[in-house]
């Protein structure tokens, strides 16, 4: 219910909790570390007083006060241990991230506290700080919709710690998971997150933060279930919430207002849940006493914002036109003061349905366009966030390890060529040596004749050895090639094994096994796969069908956009304006088009615009791919499709690249009948060209669908 994760922009939408004021509640989570791993007697005895002088101005919103005497006392301090320097950089951490909302500057901090954990001197000081870090470094990414870099963080500080710190650390792992995933829509697993944090969870020096954290876990465990439409669910956890914080009110009379403001928001959401019921009465009064509630001056006029919305809306579909108007004349002036997005724009749709039902159609339309544009980029927002993949980063290590592997094979194979043509050489040298010899004297014919004879032996002995070269080159093909088969199938029933045992109720550490075997037995199959692809290539026939061409590139370039967003760079797609079918093998020809548009990614700068377009000719469809990368050399432009190329440069953000995906991607061009080549010129870029044959006229059928012409990314 309340705000004390590190998501307030994104998990507002949803009403997640207070924002903007309870700076001590969101002090547990940086300090959860701190405080069941370590005592205070981890700062110097001089910096234990201004700890908690500033701890106490953190609390009372006093943050601008707390820093400036923190500041003042750290410059007197002679000489602050790492935990002081430490903990001096978490408050400023706190301050630019909740106070000002600036995630940017937050991230900065957080950087050097994790520089700092880097110079801990015990093995338990340096894991708590390591933890800590990464954990604030995630949620300031996160916040700035970073969400690779921001995932990398969490399950780094997550790695590091889970076996030396306690179930508060899991408990606040946990916390962050069930945000991300109730943001993705995945509730029912975002529930289970929020009930293994709730059972985690174990006290800290602050016993009001713990209450406050234990009840918004509740609140967030039934919220997940109403988004999964389970509202008897939901409502039974808003009750256990309420339940929670009446038997807990007694232990906290001073803070009362803001047990105040826990009831409001949970009766905001109850609401919610008795509108779905039919029960709209008791729902208004609760929508009511919520308003009543956190629109008081430092109370959490955000959620009373949502609230207000809630009950405009039951207004407009009661028709209570007399009720609706006023209570959103009285939230418009609100919007000056409490900033709130969400709030804003479905404000700007009742509006719209007001005059819309009022026959006021230029004054709706107005409305329904703001609403429109508020609406649309917060969903751009969370189709970000959506669009994210926590495994990914994961996965391209693996890869990149196959390919490391790939490439120390390909080097054997490539020296034992090399051996095996200057042998030649050294034959060719030898002949010509004795026929130079028999032309000066005849007398050494005889002489001549042996060592021609010894030539021919050789020569024959030579001829035999490459052809037992080349046939043990076929016959390791040929091993690999059953080896990896043999292994698919089981290593493939095991994932699907792992895929079965997933929604089981396994403890924590047996689910962690689980899905370390399910990565282990995928990233087996990747290895398969791509050894397949280097023995068949070029050896196997492959079966053709006729694939919609415009189809092909729009998934290949909607797979691929994420990577191109890591760079911050564009793509742009120009596809056939009438869709046209080719006749070639799917899986090979998407192989190509994917490896020559991550190409154009690694070699482009960031900010940068990738061309993808598609070109109808009289024979042929033509592929081009234009970046405006660093371009290719003049002296590496004949050796650029090579299977053992030396044409290979690092990426623009240090990628590597190991010369053999264009040569495959030749390979897989020619065997379809069709030809590539590439134009490029140093510092501008390059574009390359793909020529696919189109099939016989009368062999393909008009396609009926809907395309558009350009697609951005």
């Known amino acids: 219910m309340l705000k004390i994760n590190a998501f307030p922009d994104f998990f507002s939408r949803h009403n997640f909790g207070v924002r903007g004021m309870l700076f001590f509640l969101f002090l547990p989570l940086i300090f959860s570390c701190r405080n069941t791993k370590k005592e205070a007697s981890g700062y110097s005895d001089a910096f234990k007083p201004v700890f908690d002088k500033v701890t106490a101005e953190f609390t009372t919103n006093r943050t601008e006060q707390g820093l400036r005497y923190l500041d003042s006392c750290m410059s007197r301090i002679s000489s602050p241990n790492i935990d002081d320097k430490f903990r001096a950089l978490s408050f400023h951490y706190v301050y630019w991230k909740k106070t000002k909302g600036d995630a940017k500057k937050a991230l900065l901090y957080a950087d050097t506290m994790l520089m700092l954990a880097n110079k801990s001197v015990t093995q338990k000081q340096y894991v708590s ?4 870090a990464n954990m604030a470094i995630g949620d300031a990414c996160f916040s700035m919709q970073q969400f690779d870099k921001a995932y990398h963080h969490y399950f780094e500080g997550f790695r590091v710690g889970k076996n030396n710190l306690d179930n508060r650390a899991l408990s606040d792992y946990s916390y962050r998971m069930g945000m991300i995933l109730y943001k993705m829509g995945h509730y029912k697993l975002a529930a289970g997150y929020f009930k293994e944090s709730y059972k985690l969870c174990t006290p800290t020096n602050d016993p009001f933060a713990d209450f406050y954290r234990q009840q918004e876990v509740l609140d ?11 509202p008897d669910s939901a409502d039974l956890y808003f009750d256990k919430a309420l339940d929670y914080i009446t038997k807990n009110t007694d232990r906290f009379k001073n ?6 403001v826990a009831k409001g928001v949970i009766y905001g959401n109850k609401a919610e849940v008795l509108i779905l019921q039919g029960r709209n009465k008791e729902a208004t009064d609760l929508l009511r006493k919520s308003i009543a509630i956190n629109l008081q001056k430092g109370n959490d006029n955000s959620d009373a914002e949502l609230a207000e919305i809630k009950l405009a809306q039951l207004y407009f579909d009661h028709n ?11 939230l418009q002036m609100q919007f000056d003061s409490v900033k709130n997005d969400e709030a804003k724009a479905e404000w700007n749709r009742l509006m719209s349905k007001y005059y819309q039902r009022k026959n006021d159609f230029p004054k709706s339309l107005a409305y329904l366009q703001t609403y429109t544009n508020l609406n649309d980029s917060n969903t751009r927002k969370l189709n970000l966030l959506k669009e994210s993949n926590v495994n990914e980063q994961l996965a391209n290590f693996e890869k990149q390890y196959q390919i490391d592997n790939l490439k120390n094979n390909n080097k054997i194979q490539g020296a034992l060529l090399y051996a095996a043509i200057v042998c030649v050489l050294m034959a060719f040298m030898i002949i010509f040596l004795v026929f130079r010899n028999w032309r000066r004297s005849k007398h050494d014919v005889e002489i001549v004749n042996d060592l021609n004879k010894q030539v021919n032996l050789q020569k024959a002995n030579l ?15 040929r091993i690999l090639r059953t080896v990896a088969h043999d292994l698919r199938n089981p290593i ?7 895929l079965a045992m997933e929604d089981d109720d396994f403890t924590p550490e047996q689910k962690e096994l689980i899905s370390l075997i399910k990565e282990t ?21 492959f079966k053709k069908e006729l694939v919609d061409i415009n189809s092909l590139l729009s998934k290949s370039v909607e797979l691929l956009r994420f990577k191109a967003a890591e760079k911050e760079q564009h793509i742009e797609l120009e596809l056939l304006k009438n869709p046209e079918e080719i006749f070639i093998n799917r899986e090979k020809i998407w192989r190509v088009i994917s490896n020559l548009i991550s190409n154009a990614i690694k070699f482009s700068r960031k900010n940068s615009v990738i061309y993808i377009r598609a070109g109808d000719l009289e024979k042929d469809v033509e592929i081009a791919i234009r970046d405006h990368g660093i371009g290719i050399p003049d002296k590496m432009k004949p050796m650029i499709f090579n299977m053992f190329t030396e044409a290979k440069r690092s990426g623009t953000a240090g990628e590597k690249s190991f010369g053999l995906g264009l040569s495959i991607c030749k390979q897989i061009i020619e065997s379809h009948g069709g030809k590539i080549w590439f134009e490029s010129k140093p510092g501008e870029g390059t574009t390359f060209f793909i020529n696919l044959p189109k099939p016989a006229p009368g062999k393909t059928t008009p396609l009926k669908t ?6 951005m990314t």
Do not use: C, W
């Not at 967030?220 to 389970?230: A, V």
């Open 129 to 132: 700080n390591y933890v800590e």
């Open 521 to 541: 037995s995928n990233n087996s199959l990747e290895l398969i796969n791509e050894i397949l692809e280097v023995t068949d290539n070029g050896t196997t026939k």
């Open 220 to 230: 967030n465990i039934g919220l997940s279930f109403k988004h999964n439409n389970e």
């Open 463 to 477: 001829e035999k050895t490459l052809e037992d070269l080349k046939g043990s080159s076929l016959e390791k093909d």
């Open 255 to 260: 803070r009362i207002g803001l047990i105040e």
């Open 706 to 711: 809907e395309h558009t012409n350009v697609l």
């Open 492 to 498: 493939g029933g095991i994932a699907s094994l792992t």
């Open 320 to 330: 209570q036109m007399d009720e609706l108007f006023p209570l959103l004349k009285a």
